[in-house]
Nanobody
Framework: QVQLVESGGGLVQAGGSLRLSCAAS???????LGWFRQAPGKEREFVAA????????YYADSVKGRFTISRDNVWNMINLQMNSLKPEDTAVYYC????????????WGQGAQVTVSS
């Protein structure tokens, strides 16, 4: 079992920045940690991921150049720095542990709300 707990998020105006963090505990053997998001009425979609060990990063085209995923010195804490936020970034953001990048794994956090006002 893997437990994922998100923190951060909130309300910001368009063009602003927010930061999300995710703390993983338990059997944290997953090869990738990352973020997905789900906007009202839409399917959950991939946002960003980082690989264990090599720190290779992956981004959705919609956030590339604006979002940065990183990890702390220990594997079990990752961050998502979100800059130049747009109203279409409004969603619940979920931390995820997976065996492949861009493909959701079985373990999810509780979600963190990000709201960007125009």
């Amino acid at each position: 079992q893997v437990q994922l707990v998100e923190s951060g998020g909130g309300l910001v105006q368009a063009g602003g920045s927010l930061r999300l963090s995710c703390a993983a505990s338990g059997r944290t053997f997953s090869n990738y940690l990352g973020w997905f998001r789900q906007a009202p009425g839409k399917e959950r979609e991939f946002v960003a991921a980082i690989s264990r060990g090599s720190d290779i990063t992956y981004y959705a085209d919609s956030v590339k150049g604006r979002f940065t995923i990183s990890r702390d010195n220990v594997w079990n804490m990752i961050n998502l720095q979100m800059n130049s936020l747009k109203p279409e970034d409004t969603a619940v953001y979920y931390c995820n542990a997976a065996s492949r990048p861009r493909i959701a794994g079985d373990y999810w956090g509780q979600g963190a709300q990000v709201t960007v006002s125009s």
